[in-house]
């Protein structure tokens, strides 16, 4: 049985292939650039391609993120704070404190062992509380998108950043170029910044090990070790936990498969 979860987001479509609840056969990425319904279609494409599969070999499709309603073709859809905590705790079993720093917004969730929440916290949708922020960050110090992390971990003095919102927290960033701050130090107070949002958030909702993070800044080195310092915990991240939405999707798809007991119509026609 074969299931796709597909996380719309604001910023990235991710998705993810799973056979029987528990092997992953593909997973993909492409930029939503306005069109997640499109961007969605891509994804699967891509996936079902390395799998080998035939389109119709998908059973079921269930989405989550944003803008999970404008896929037409989805079988079911969840929300996205229900999916990555399934995915986090499919990646690491032992989790019970869940960080998402999403495109648009940040939340954190404490959950069971089996990825049920029990509680969440979201910010206030400002960009100085969302990875969206280390994007503006990078075009304004013009430093390449994948190189801030590598940088920052060269910080000696890191420059923290105490503005919350993110037009101010730019003014700060201009400040600190002005004072001839060591970039480094600027970039490191970049992360630190999103850590100290983050554990807000965490705080509100109850830390308790093992904390995992997810969404797009789990492959940034600096941002865990921000997060790590900020919250005094060792915090659990892998490049697959970017897709830990889209995996929690496709297992909340299995899961209704099989409390239906039976094969649905294919989502959709890949490639169409």
């Known amino acids: ?27 993909a990425m492409v930029p939503t650039r306005g069109n997640s319904a499109e961007s969605g279609r ?20 269930c989405t989550t993120g944003s803008a999970r309603y404008t ?9 996205d704070i229900t999916a990555s905590a399934r995915g986090a705790v499919f990646l690491f079993p032992g989790t019970r404190h869940v960080v998402d720093i999403g495109s648009q917004s940040s939340r954190t969730m404490s959950v069971t062992e089996t990825g049920r929440v029990l509680r969440f916290k979201m910010n206030e949708k400002c960009a100085a509380g969302a990875g969206r922020f280390v994007d503006r960050c990078a075009k304004y110090l013009q430093v390449p998108l994948e190189e801030m992390g590598p940088k920052a971990l060269s910080a000696a003095n890191p420059k923290l950043i105490s503005s ?15 004072e001839e ?12 910044s999103l ?20 969404g797009g800044l789990v492959r940034s080195e600096a941002m865990v070790r921000a997060l790590e ?16 939405a ?16 039976s094969k649905p119509a294919p989502p959709m026609a890949v490639g169409a």
């Open 71 to 79: 896929f037409p073709d989805r079988n079911l859809q969840v929300s």
């Open 164 to 178: 919350v919102c993110a037009v101010l927290a730019e003014t700060e960033i201009i400040n600190s170029i002005a």
């Open 181 to 192: 701050i060591p970039l480094p130090d600027i970039l490191m107070g970049v992360f630190l």
């Open 195 to 214: 850590a100290q949002r983050a554990y807000v958030l965490m705080r509100y909702v109850g830390i308790q090990p093992e904390v995992t993070l997810v």
């Open 1 to 27: 049985m074969i299931t796709a979860g597909l996380d719309l987001g604001a910023g990235t479509t991710k998705g993810l292939l799973l056979e029987d609840g528990h092997r992953i056969l593909s997973s």
């Open 246 to 261: 889209a995996i929690g999707a496709a297992m909340l798809g299995y899961a209704r498969m099989q409390k239906l007991g």
């Open 42 to 61: 891509r994804v699967l494409e891509v996936m079902v391609e390395e799998s080998n599969l035939l389109p119709d070999e998908v059973d079921y499709l």
């Open 229 to 244: 310092r900020t919250a005094g915990v060792p915090v659990n991240a892998a490049p697959m936990a970017q897709h830990a």
